[in-house]
Structure formats: C-alpha cells, structure tokens
C-alpha cells in the first residue's frame, strides 16, 4: 500500500521560511516523479514543483528563487524548502507521486502566510 504523508506546515510572517516534508512508503521516491502542489481557497490545484527520477527540478515561475524540492533517497522523503514566503503562497500543500501510470496523494498540510 502506498502512503505519502505531508509535514512541516504552519503559520508564518511574510518573509519567513518553512520547510515541508513528504514521507513515503510502498514505492521509492527515486524511481518516482514527486511533485508537490498547493490550493488556495477558491483556486484551482496548481503545481509548484517537481522533480524527475534522474533528479531534474521545475518549478513555476511564482515561486522561483524561492523555493526548493530535493529528496533524500535513504529516508524516502520529498522535502519543499520555501524561504522569503509571502501571504498569496497560502495554501494546503499537497504532496504527490507519480510511479507506474498511478497517481499517489498525500493528505496536505496548511501552510498561512500571515502577519
């Protein structure tokens, strides 16, 4: 059975930082793609990250620079590093894996830009 678990969320004043974590079991993230997601109320599911098997990164272009995916194959763990965060990255994070034409979701974590 395959599980993703998100952790990490929280409030925090703009400009501030968060580091968000995605744990997986029942498929190996180094053979996955990873990505992470996020929805604002009254939004769309966007993607804000990915990265692919052979390591490569994307990212839109709203969080460039700021943001950073990166994974730790001996954990089996997604990490979103996100620094110089601002109030419209609000959002519940979401953490997803794509392995073998399947589809695999975490149950988010809220994540409130707030002064």
């Known amino acids: 059975q395959v599980q993703l678990a998100e952790s990490g969320g929280g409030l925090v004043q703009p400009g501030g930082s968060l580091r968000l974590s995605c744990g997986v079991s029942g498929i190996l993230v180094r053979f996955s793609v990873m990505n992470w997601y996020r929805q604002a109320p009254g939004k769309q599911r966007e993607l804000v990250a990915d990265?692919?098997?052979?390591?490569?990164?994307n990212y839109v272009d709203s969080v460039k620079g700021r943001f950073t995916i990166s994974r730790d194959n001996a954990k089996n763990t997604v990490y979103l590093q996100m620094n110089s965060l601002k109030p419209e990255d609000t959002a519940v994070y979401y953490c997803n894996a794509q392995w073998s034409s399947r589809d695999y979701w975490g149950q988010g974590t809220q994540v409130t830009v707030s002064s």
């Open positions: 990265i692919s098997s052979g390591g490569n990164t």
